[in-house]
């Protein structure tokens, strides 16, 4: 792959001489590597993009961390850091080249302290070692992304994921209670604290949240986590009509009725799970997963019936509600495989992320999915509506025929439509799943009025701009991926 002529590629740099050499002196021998199929694989995360790295380090420790930054720092040279590249919008992607600092091997669980409700973690803990680790506590680590069996708190914290219990227990934001940060100079330091609040001066470490890799390396962090609830009733609730779904969401959170999960999945995302997984889900337009938890039994009653209620009112059907942790169990499976399903839905049809994960406020949640909807259809290609919508987000994947060029075109136009209706709506482009490169044309355009204090903010932290160059407002203004660039070649 040749990154050829596109603006996207022109600011690469040569690979400095003798890099291969030198990082191992940091790190040893066999924490470095530059074989093609390596610098391949870490050239993708999760996204359509690509872009090859030089080479890849893992460190094993907090100094060597600090001594490859200060190296880098002083050379000129682009440091993408890289947690499991679980990222869907390309946020790892190295796209001036440079190193690609892969925090897997610091992956320690450092303190778990439940008299506080915290613990503490190296940056390359994955979220459900974390949570198997807390169970004998019994306590959770709660936001719960889809991809938890493989993402790292650091990537978490990075791109502030969310998932299904976020609707009750908040994003990552929410969980951050301090961190230990190397800047772009080698420095280490410690950033927010260890209690619940801390109210005074500029909250530096949430600045960190969400930072896609450009203005620090997280290497440890202090997270808050809360008692498992004793009691958790789960609930499916079927929709003939997309709208029905979206409008029970909002009225669920405007009825101050407290979910603990609330997620959509429209006919697509259903097809695709029962053709992948062969789970049996019931074949309607809608699926509604409701859940409430807590510790007494009455309580919990009391939220699933309000819930099922007002589904009711908007003519749920076949409402099944359920405490048995296995048929959960079961049920959270599907969502979970939701991603990897997709691109069972059509022969030679792959699942793409371009347009992923948007917030609109809940009143416009029923017309979101419906828009979807609409705009796959004009542009001919296919778009499913699902995810955690209870905390605000709507998630869409573009399903399309990837070797087809008007499909890439298709899914360009329906890309730049979903934007501009969530604009103008006063949604928000990335809702959790970052912004790296195929929502930054969005996300800038939507951020016009801040881009100059985010740079402001870039500039003063990392001078040199080795930080995962090229993303947030520095982002092209256009997103290509290996086939479009074999395409411009044409
Ligand atoms: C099947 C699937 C389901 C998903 N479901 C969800 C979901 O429900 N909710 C959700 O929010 N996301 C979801 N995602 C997206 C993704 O898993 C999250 O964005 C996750 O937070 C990324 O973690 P990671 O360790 O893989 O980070 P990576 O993808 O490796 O990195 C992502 C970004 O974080 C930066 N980064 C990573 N580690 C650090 C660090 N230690 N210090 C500084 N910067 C760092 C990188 O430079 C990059 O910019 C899903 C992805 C997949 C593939």
Redesign the pocket.
Known sequence: MTPGNHPIFRKVIPMKEGLVQDLQEIVGEDAVRDDPADLYVYGS??SVHCALPWAIVRPGTVEEVQEILRYANSNGIPV?????????SG??VPIQGGIILD?KRLNKILEISPENTYVRVQ?GVVDDDLNRALKPYGFMYPPA???SR???I???I??N???TRSVKYGATRDCVLGMKVVMADGSLVNLGSTTRVEASGYQVDRLMVGS??TL????EATMKIVPIPKYRCMGVACFNELEEAGDTISEIIASGTQPSVLELMDNVAITAVNTAIDLGLPDVEALLFIEADGNVKEAVDYEIERMKEIAEKYNAFGIDISYDAEKRTKLFKGRKKL??SLSRYKEGYSCTSLADDMAVPYSRMAEMARKIHDIADRNDVIMTAYG?CGSGCVHTKILMDPTRKEQWEGARNAVREIYEYVRSVGGTTSA???IGLSKAPAWKKEKQDSLEIIGAIKKALDPNNIL?PGKLQDAPDDWLTATDLRYKAE
């Open positions: 995360d999760s993408v850091t890289r947690g499991a590249g679980s990222g869907m946020q790892a925090m940056a992304p889809a991809s493989i993402a790292t650091g990537g978490e990075a791109n994921a969310s998932g896609e890799g620090g390396v997280i290497v991603f990897a955690h959790e799943h970052g995962n």
